[in-house]
């Protein structure tokens, strides 16, 4: 879980995430002309609770809280998607989210569909007892949607297994009994599986590799910007500085540090597990604004933080020849045509972080056969999955001579309208 509060770096105003989805929904569907009924099913969500709900502060005062659960789509199957606090959550944030949680769960074939919640908070200024209460009270108000075979959460920016742990447990005492399905990226020692805490972040290194290779760049040749040391930048930066990639730079929401004779990655995962922030890491370091580290001269960049960091106030100084979208929703339509427009190879969300909801489902099958697999397992059978999406995107964008991001949309919006229309409209 972050420190602090995270708040947007990008100087205009902010897209809207779901404007944004649409948009790219509405382009995928022109590409693949579908139906005009289809059009309208998939462009919407399906179901948003908003729920207002009571939680008791330290100081015994009473405090009300709104957060939201949104599903998506649910036609390949329950709802999966995570939960995330933040003060600057909206319905229109988690309703983008839910969307692109479809998608992502289609271009992986995972059978799922696309959920996402939040709630509005700023968990830096809760204790841990207010947040276990926030936790709690709201996992009982979306009671009435979520559970192994309708909807299931995961962690997202602020939660994290502990978040889960409660939400498990509150679930399961409203049952009698314990339901581990019920959520994902648990602790291992109530049905977590191995492999979910690194998984998104390993998914992303395997989606850089491929891009790398696709486009005959050297990882020991190349330098890695990434914006973001949560979950998932962290992870990303771990794991391919183990595959030789020169990480340069990182950052979070409190600012970042370069070094372009490359990070000492595992030394710099120390340093911010004792002192919660990458900033006033030792050796040859600068410090540098997280605007700053977007525009880098480096091959690869990663944004690993939030939505809305790469717009046309930026994308035509951003150098990098490989952006990979970790963050979900990083790059506004107006950027994205600018990257297309200067040959820069874009990894699209729905694709590049999609390893953690691949590993999340591992985890669900799992916990429903009360099996529990391997971590050398859970790696080999997750790298199989994201090098085939990888595989099955990249020949979709050649055969529509389109970008990466409508490749996987053009797969993913076509296996959710083909499950669509052969089950038809109820009644
Ligand atoms: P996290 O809370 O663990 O970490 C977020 C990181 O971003 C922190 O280091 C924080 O300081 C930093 N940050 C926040 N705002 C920033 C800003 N404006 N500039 C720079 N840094 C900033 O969250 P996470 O789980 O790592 O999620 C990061 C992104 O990845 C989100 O977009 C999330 O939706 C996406 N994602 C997460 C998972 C997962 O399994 N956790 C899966 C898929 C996608």
């Given amino acids: 879980m972050a ?9 205009v105003a902010a897209a809207n995430p779901y404007a944004t989805a649409q948009h790219q929904f509405d382009q995928a569907a022109s590409i693949l002309g579908l139906d005009e009924g ?3 099913v998939l462009r919407e969500v399906r179901r948003e609770l908003t729920v207002n709900f009571p939680v008791r502060m330290d100081d015994g005062s009473i405090r009300i809280f709104t957060g939201y659960r949104v599903q998506h789509n649910l036609t390949r199957g329950p709802a999966k998607g995570g939960i995330r606090y933040h003060p600057q959550v909206s319905l229109d944030e988690v309703k983008a989210l839910a969307m692109w949680m479809s ?17 509005i908070c700023d968990p830096s200024q809760l204790s841990l007892q207010e947040l276990e209460n926030l ?12 559970g192994p075979e309708s909807d299931i959460p995961a962690p997202d920016v ?21 339901v581990p399905a019920t959520v994902t990226g648990k602790p291992l020692s109530i049905g977590g599986s191995q492999g979910r805490p690194a998984a998104t972040g390993r998914g992303v290194m395997v989606v850089t590799l491929e891009a790398c290779r696709r486009q005959g760049i050297d990882p020991t040749q190349s330098t890695v910007a990434i914006q973001g040391f949560g979950n998932v930048g962290s992870v990303s930066a771990e794991l391919l500085h183990a595959q030789g990639f020169k990480v340069v730079a990182v950052s979070d929401v409190f600012g970042g540090i370069h070094n372009p004779e490359g990070l000492d990655v ?10 919660g922030k990458v900033e006033g890491f030792g050796g040859a370091t600068e410090a540098i604004s997280n605007a700053g580290l977007l525009e880098l001269p480096v091959t ?9 960091q790469l717009t046309m106030s930026n994308a035509a100084q951003v150098k990098a020849r490989v952006v990979v979208e970790a963050a979900n929703g990083p790059t506004t339509p107006e950027a994205d045509d600018v990257f297309h427009q200067r040959g820069v190879t874009l990894v699209p969300d729905i694709l590049a972080n999609a390893g953690g909801v691949t590993v999340s489902y591992f985890e669900w099958v799992q916990d429903l056969q009360s099996f529990f697999w391997e971590e050398s397992e859970i790696n080999s059978r997750l790298t199989r999955i994201m090098q085939r999406a990888y595989e099955q995107v990249d020949d979709l964008a050649k055969e529509h001579q389109t970008t990466l991001r409508m490749g996987a949309y053009c797969l993913a919006v076509k296996r959710v309208a083909d499950a669509t229309s052969v089950r038809g409209i109820y009644p």
Avoid at 135 to 142: D, K, L, P, V
Avoid at 300 to 308: D, W
């Fill in 300 to 308: 690869i960049l990663i944004p690993a933080a939030l939505e809305n």
């Fill in 266 to 275: 595992p030394a710099l995962i120390e340093h911010v597990r004792v002192n």
């Fill in 38 to 40: 289809l059009r309208q």
């Fill in 103 to 119: 998608w992502k769960c289609a271009v992986t074939n995972l059978p799922y569909g696309g959920s996402k919640g939040g709630v």
């Fill in 135 to 146: 936790t709690r009270r709201f996992a009982s108000e979306i009671s009435i949607l979520i």
């Fill in 158 to 178: 602020n939660t994290n297994p502990q978040t889960m742990a409660w939400i498990m447990d509150t679930i399961s005492m409203e049952k009698g009994y314990s």
């Fill in 3 to 11: 420190e602090g509060v995270l708040t947007a770096t990008s100087t």
